[in-house]
């Protein structure tokens, strides 16, 4: 009993440290952007996809997703810094939970999982863009580029766990 006990703690402490490092990821990639005509494309976006496919437990999924963009916000740009926390945080939510069905990470829930994400984060953003600047002219102006972060976000994601062997290196390392 005492072993069982000693390998829970040893699980949820190495899951701790798991989510933790995916968040620390997501507020890196939040504090710089590649120059793009009228903005930044930032790729925290691929961080939150690979976590959320990655990680069996939603919550810890929202953690990465919704409060690592709200840090990086707070810390870099803090406007929509509560856009951020509700917008990432569904986004990764929703992906974590079509993507582990069954225990099992299964691609074509993960595609479903991105493709949904990919909806909830350009329409969380346009209003928040459009709130925040009392304009949805400038949401408008800004729907391309959320989009091309979407998409880059959605198949970074799905390519690194897929294609890159992140999900078996993952699933034989993680979850024993």
Not at 46 to 63: E, G, N, Q, Y
Not at 73 to 88: E, G, N, R, V
Request: proline residues 4%; charged residues 10%; positive net charge.
């Amino acid at each position: 009993m005492e072993n069982i006990q000693k390998t829970k703690a040893a699980n949820s402490t190495f899951a701790i440290c798991i989510t933790a490092l995916f968040m620390a990821l997501n507020i890196m990639m939040s504090s710089f952007g590649l120059p793009v005509p009228g903005g930044h494309l930032y790729l925290n976006d691929v961080i939150i996809c690979t976590a959320a496919i990655l990680l069996p437990d939603a919550k810890a999924a929202f953690i990465v997703g919704g409060v690592g963009a709200f840090l990086g916000d707070l810390f870099f740009y803090p406007t929509p810094m509560f856009f951020s926390l509700a917008t990432h945080g569904v986004q990764a939510l929703v992906i974590s939970y079509l993507a582990h069905k069954d225990g099992k990470v299964s691609f074509k829930g993960a595609a479903l999982g991105v493709f949904i994400g990919a909806i909830i984060m350009v329409v969380g953003y346009s209003l928040g863009r459009a709130f925040i600047y009392s304009t949805p002219h400038y949401a408008y102006i800004k729907l391309p580029y959320q989009i091309l972060q979407a998409a880059v976000g959605a198949v970074g994601g799905m390519l690194l766990c897929f294609k890159g062997g992140l999900l078996a290196s993952f699933e034989k390392n993680y979850l024993k």
